[in-house]
């Protein structure tokens, strides 16, 4: 059974830092692109960061460049997300996502999704 754990949220304050893991389990996902999604109250689940199966290359929004990190650890089947001066409004849920070759910056076409962690960021 193919799994995608997400792990690292938690309560932090304005400026803080937390580093998300998700970790693939059921088969390789060598080639496979690897996205982080969140999702606050209210709101359509938004791409933040991704990183494309081969060569790594990564991508992520505006609202977040500079000061989160996509990255992948292909030996551990992990993908990261190093969150760095985070800020109330990256409170959100946060999701771990697969999807064959090609990276989407949308929703559509992800073959894997975890079950997310809960970032709340106080001010």
């Known amino acids: 059974q193919v799994q995608l754990v997400e792990s690292g949220g938690g309560l932090v304050q304005a400026g803080d830092s937390l580093r998300l893991s998700c970790a693939a389990s059921?088969?390789?996902?060598?080639?496979?692109?690897m996205a982080w999604f969140c999702q606050a109250p209210g709101r359509d689940r938004e791409f933040v960061a991704g990183?494309?199966?081969?060569?790594?290359?990564?991508y992520s929004t505006a609202s977040v460049e500079g000061r989160f990190t996509v990255s992948r650890d292909n030996a551990k089947n992990t993908v990261y997300l190093q969150m760095n001066s985070l800020k109330p409004e990256d409170t959100a849920v946060y999701y771990c996502?697969?999807?064959?070759?090609?990276?989407?910056?949308?929703?559509?076409?992800?073959?894997?999704w975890g079950q997310g962690t809960q970032v709340t960021v106080s001010s």
């Open positions: 990183i494309s199966w081969s060569p790594g290359i990564t």
């Open positions: 059921g088969r390789s996902f060598d080639d496979y692109s």
């Open positions: 996502a697969a999807k064959k070759l090609i990276l989407d910056f949308t929703t559509d076409g992800y073959d894997y």
